[in-house]
């Protein structure tokens, strides 16, 4: 029987998981199906907005993002911003994303998971070509709840942080509808 059990582990179970072929990207399900708001100011004072909705790709391979921020300096205009995509690369054995803007800048980088915290890594150039090593963290506080920091760390402490505010998720009436419909047993009919 103790072969039998090594057996089924051994060979059924990692093939199991590798048909779930997201398994990697699953600290963004907490994320999915809805949009996630955030109002603050930046360290500067410049007011930041954004409005971020997650899903699973069709294929569930990776995630989708669309941002929805402000579009100009004057912090009139708000609408889409940017697309993202996030994916596990079996190269590095890690989590990629990235980001395409309205105005053809793209940002990519590498996503560190620690417990419910997802933290963004990359590099922005300056006009000067030097470059800054930025984290964005999505710090989980409660499911409905992330901290949002951006800044810059070193051995995983804040060094500087430009923007600290909050994610709220925002179902709408539909999406929070069509979650109960889902969660209802099939035994109970509703007319």
Same mark, same amino acid.
């Given at each position: 029987?103790?072969?039998?059990?090594?057996?089924?582990?051994?060979?059924?179970l990692?093939?199991?998981? +590798?048909a !779930?072929?997201? &398994?990697? +990207?699953?600290?963004?399900?907490?994320?999915?199906n809805?949009?996630?708001?955030?109002?603050?100011k930046?360290?500067?004072? %410049?007011?930041?907005k !954004?409005?971020v *909705?997650? #899903? =699973? *790709?069709?294929d !569930?391979?990776s995630?989708?993002?669309?941002?929805? #921020?402000?579009?100009?300096?004057?912090f *009139?205009?708000?609408g889409?911003? #940017?697309?993202?995509? &996030?994916?596990?690369?079996?190269?590095?054995n890690?989590i990629?994303?990235e980001?395409?803007? &309205?105005?053809?800048?793209?940002?990519?980088? *590498?996503?560190?998971? %620690?417990?419910?915290?997802?933290?963004?890594?990359?590099? &922005?150039?300056n006009?000067l070509?030097?470059?800054?090593?930025?984290?964005d963290?999505l @710090?989980?506080? %409660?499911?409905?709840?992330?901290?949002?920091?951006?800044g810059?760390?070193?051995?995983d402490e =804040?060094?500087?942080?430009?923007?600290?505010?909050?994610?709220?998720?925002n179902?709408?009436?539909?999406?929070?509808?069509? !979650?109960?419909? %889902?969660?209802?047993?099939s035994?109970?009919? @509703?007319?």
């Open positions: 029987m103790k072969n039998l059990t090594f057996l089924f582990a051994f060979l059924v990692p093939f199991s998981i +590798l !779930q072929g997201n &398994i990697m +990207l699953m600290p963004f399900e907490a994320l999915m809805a949009e996630w708001k955030a109002e603050g930046w360290k500067d004072g %410049k007011p930041f !954004q409005e *909705s997650f #899903s =699973w *790709s069709t !569930q391979e995630v989708t993002t669309v941002t929805h #921020s402000y579009l100009d300096t004057t *009139s205009s708000f889409k911003f #940017s697309d993202g995509v &996030i994916t596990w690369d079996t190269i590095t890690s990629k994303f980001v395409k803007d &309205i105005y053809g800048n793209v940002i990519d980088g *590498s996503v560190r998971t %620690k417990v419910k915290t997802i933290m963004y890594e990359y590099a &922005i150039e006009e070509g030097m470059k800054t090593y930025m984290t963290a @710090i989980w506080i %409660k499911p409905d709840k992330y901290m949002f920091k951006v810059t760390m070193k051995d =804040w060094v500087e942080v430009y923007l600290e505010t909050y994610f709220l998720r179902q709408g009436l539909i999406r929070f509808l069509i !979650q109960i419909f %889902k969660e209802v047993p035994s109970i009919s @509703i007319q």
